[in-house]
């Protein structure tokens, strides 16, 4: 896989990230007995956002057209492309 194509993945998984930390904040006055748990969540998912933010900096500063495999050891970039997809299909929004 392209660093260009991890990019790519990344930077929709963080737009999910996004919408879904948005709604969790929004969510937290609906109700004081569901407060504790969307604020929770909104952590969690800050936290999550952050952590990618940060990868997103370290992979833009490699050669796009570069294999990602050639700066990342393969069980890394299998166990991150895994995590992607679980986040991107989480919909933490639609709770």
């Known amino acids: ?6 990019l790519e993945l990344l930077e929709e ?3 999910h990230l996004r919408i879904a930390l948005v709604v ?3 969510r937290i006055f609906e109700s004081p007995m569901t407060s504790y748990e969307f604020a929770q ?3 969690e998912i800050q936290e999550d ?3 990618l933010e940060k990868l997103r ?3 833009g500063r490699l050669d796009p057209e ?3 495999e050639e700066h990342y050891p393969r069980e890394e970039v299998e166990r991150l492309l ?4 679980l986040l991107r299909k989480s919909e933490s929004y639609a709770y």
């Open 1 to 6: 896989m392209k660093v260009k194509e991890l």
């Open 13 to 15: 998984t963080i737009g």
């Open 24 to 26: 969790n904040q929004q």
């Open 41 to 43: 969540r909104a952590v």
């Open 49 to 51: 956002l952050e952590d």
């Open 57 to 59: 900096a370290e992979l």
């Open 66 to 68: 570069s294999d990602v």
């Open 82 to 85: 895994k995590t992607l997809e």
